[in-house]
């Protein structure tokens, strides 16, 4: 009986190894890229082909990057009145800006599926906070659209970005190098208006990305703050469901149990910030955490961080 199982187990191993041969046979790459070609176009052509009875977003969760912007996607379109997209992010006031609103459009279900239940579209692109020409696009697009942003330690932000590109092989250099030149570009000051320039450079640097209260002031240039929910990552991370009912409060639906049973794309690295380098960004990050607190009126948690040279952050 039991040279049997061997067997088996041997006769499903040879042809796992045949299929995965086969798979990755050169002969077969311009079949394979043609039918992810097909695959790509049928499901666009048909909804491209609907665009017009589609719904545009009434919510948008535009950043920061690596704050959680997953999470809560993933835990608000659980809930029956709020719909996502074809996909999460779209970079249509980015990447795609030059596409028309019909395309835009097209990634989103049907007006009369939303309308049913008087329900809300949803799009989530952490790209969009950092770039001021998105912003502004966003408010002539959407004018009424509500926007959900979430701020994240920015030391502990800017690791995990740096550790995100490092892991799939997109940086080479050392943290404590990205750091330094970032520091000494000294590209943005601390102070209001600073990229309020026509033409301003989205801040799209490790730590460029942390100066929020810059960010912010772009955004209330062209939304109004009744329109914006800023959030905690912190809070979310420690307690999901309550941040998700405060913000279905605010989008007027009513509370849904969003318990999640995990933190959805989290990233797990090996390597812990050196102390020293994260206490040179803290010391770097504290005039725009001043000038944040002066923007919305209030605190945030890594703000209360004591002792920070002797913390050991981990990327999350």
């Given at each position: 009986?039991?040279?049997?199982?061997?067997?088996?187990?041997?006769?499903?191993?040879?042809?796992?190894?045949?299929?995965?041969?086969?798979?990755?046979?050169?002969?077969?790459?311009?079949?394979?890229?043609?039918?992810?070609?097909?695959k790509r176009f049928v499901p666009?052509?048909?909804?491209?082909?609907?665009?017009?009875?589609?719904?545009?977003?009434?919510?948008?969760?535009?950043?920061?990057?690596?704050?959680?912007?997953?999470?809560?996607?993933?835990?608000?379109?659980?809930?029956?009145?709020?719909?996502?997209?074809?996909?999460?992010?779209?970079?249509?006031?980015?990447?795609?800006?030059?596409?028309?609103?019909?395309?835009?459009?097209?990634?989103?279900?049907?007006?009369?599926?939303?309308?049913?239940?008087?329900?809300?579209?949803?799009?989530?692109?952490?790209?969009?906070?950092?770039?001021?020409?998105?912003?502004?696009?966003?408010?002539?697009?959407?004018?009424?659209?509500?926007?959900?942003?979430?701020?994240?330690?920015?030391?502990?932000?800017?690791?995990?970005?740096?550790?995100?590109?490092?892991?799939?092989?997109?940086?080479?250099?050392?943290?404590?190098?990205?750091?330094?030149?970032?520091?000494?570009?000294?590209?943005?000051?601390?102070?209001?208006?600073e990229i309020k320039q026509a033409?301003?450079?989205?801040?799209?640097?490790?730590?460029?990305?942390?100066?929020?209260?810059?960010?912010?002031?772009?955004?209330?240039?062209?939304?109004?703050?009744?329109?914006?929910?800023?959030?905690?990552?912190?809070?979310?991370?420690?307690?999901?469901?309550?941040?998700?009912?405060?913000?279905?409060?605010?989008?007027?639906?009513?509370?849904?149990?969003?318990?999640?049973?995990?933190?959805?794309?989290r990233g797990y690295y090996r390597?812990?910030?050196?102390?020293?380098?994260?206490?040179?960004?803290?010391?770097?990050?504290?005039?725009?955490?001043?000038?944040?607190?002066?923007?919305?009126?209030?605190?945030?948690?890594?703000?209360?961080?004591?002792?920070?040279?002797?913390?050991?952050?981990?990327?999350?």
């Open positions: 009986m039991q040279d049997v199982t061997d067997r088996q187990g041997q006769d499903f191993g040879f042809w796992r190894e045949l299929e995965a041969r086969f798979r990755r046979h050169p002969g077969l790459r311009p079949a394979r890229r043609a039918f992810r070609r097909v666009n052509a048909w909804r491209l082909a609907t665009q017009h009875s589609r719904a545009l977003p009434s919510v948008l969760i535009i950043g920061a990057q690596k704050a959680g912007t997953t999470q809560l996607h993933l835990c608000l379109t659980r809930h029956p009145r709020c719909f996502g997209g074809a996909k999460k992010e779209l970079h249509y006031f980015t990447k795609h800006r030059d596409r028309p609103l019909g395309w835009y459009r097209s990634h989103f279900p049907f007006g009369r599926t939303v309308g049913r239940v008087d329900g809300l579209c949803l799009e989530s692109t952490p790209s969009y906070l950092p770039s001021p020409q998105a912003l502004q696009r966003m408010g002539e697009v959407l004018p009424e659209a509500k926007l959900i942003v979430l701020l994240r330690d920015p030391v502990t932000r800017a690791f995990s970005h740096y550790q995100h590109y490092k892991s799939r092989g997109l940086e080479k250099r050392d943290f404590a190098t990205v750091v330094r030149q970032a520091i000494e570009e000294q590209a943005y000051a601390p102070q209001f208006g033409n301003a450079a989205p801040l799209l640097n490790y730590v460029h990305r942390g100066y929020y209260a810059l960010q912010l002031e772009i955004l209330f240039d062209y939304c109004s703050r009744q329109r914006v929910l800023v959030l905690d990552s912190a809070n979310l991370f420690d307690n999901t469901n309550d941040v998700c009912q405060r913000t279905f409060d605010f989008l007027d639906v009513e509370p849904y149990d969003v318990s999640p049973k995990k933190i959805h794309n390597d812990l910030i050196d102390p020293t380098v994260a206490q040179m960004l803290r010391e770097h990050y504290q005039p725009h955490d001043e000038l944040l607190v002066e923007l919305l009126g209030r605190r945030f948690r890594w703000m209360e961080v004591a002792n920070v040279g002797k913390s050991r952050d981990r990327a999350a």
